[in-house]
T-cell receptor, first 115, second 111 residues
Framework: DAGVTQSPTHLIKTRGQQVTLRCSPK?????VSWYQQALGQGPQFIFQYYEEEERQRGNFPDRFSGHQFPNYSSELNVNALLLGDSALYLCASSLAAGVTNEKLFFGSGTQLSVL | GDSVTQMEGPVTLSEEAFLTINCTYTATGYPSLFWYVQYPGEGLQLLLKATKADDKGSNKGFEATYRKETTSFHLEKGSVQVSDSAVYFCALIKGNTPLVFGKGTRLSVIA
């Protein structure tokens, strides 16, 4: 049983560019959450997708957007990249948003470096 | 807003030493509390949790007790191993809100 898979594992971009990160949830899960983990910091919640809609959003600008597909996989898009967007981006999946966020399974993350 | 404060790392211990990583929280109401662990190159894994006051979570020799009177959830292990080297995150959740994490504490165990 595959867990949460994320791609790519590493990515280097320059300021002003756009980036797309991908996540496949654990088998049987229908909800995907995205977190940003800056160096030396704890993960911070970006947003959560369920039934192809954004259900919750953290304190991130509109440059951060996402999508969920019918097969429950998800993308995180970041436009107009800033140096401060350099971080590990974690995807977490769970079952049935709106019930509990407690049972999250995390992927290994995508390390984004913005130069 | 809700927040979690962890002791600063890194923490370096010899094998078989006793481990304590302090965690305190600020939250209204009655959050659930968690410890997550992040091994090198891997994602976060739930280590243990407690959902109400005086509950004790335990797993793999690690323990933490939910202390409402001191708003704390300190992580302990009686005898650490080299394989316990990782970053440990304390976190809380209330209802259906997203997880709120502390900054993490890096533990290095040397043989």
């Amino acid at each position: 049983d595959a867990g949460v898979t994320q791609s790519p594992t590493h990515l280097i971009k320059t300021r002003g560019q756009q980036v797309t990160l991908r996540c496949s949830p654990k088998s049987g899960h229908d909800t995907v959450s995205w977190y940003q983990q800056a160096l030396g910091q704890g993960p911070q919640f970006i947003f959560q997708y369920y039934e192809e809609e954004e259900r919750q959003r953290g304190n991130f600008p509109d440059r951060f957007s996402g999508h969920q597909f019918p097969n429950y996989s998800s993308e995180l898009n970041v436009n107009a990249l800033l140096l401060g967007d350099s971080a590990l981006y974690l995807c977490a999946s769970s079952l049935a948003a709106g019930v509990t966020n407690e049972k999250l399974f995390f992927g290994s993350g995508t390390q984004l470096s913005v130069l | 807003g809700d927040s979690v404060t962890q002791m600063e790392g890194p923490v370096t211990l010899s094998e078989e030493a006793f481990l304590t990583i302090n965690c305190t929280y600020t939250a209204t109401g009655y959050p659930s509390l968690f410890w997550y662990v992040q091994y090198p190159g891997e994602g976060l894994q739930l280590l243990l949790k407690a959902t109400k006051a005086d509950d004790k979570g335990s797993n793999k020799g690690f323990e933490a007790t939910y202390r409402k009177e001191t708003t704390s959830f300190h992580l302990e292990k009686g005898s650490v191993q080299v394989s316990d080297s990782a970053v440990y995150f304390c976190a809380l959740i209330k209802g259906n809100t997203p997880l709120v994490f502390g900054k993490g504490t890096r533990l290095s165990v040397i043989a």
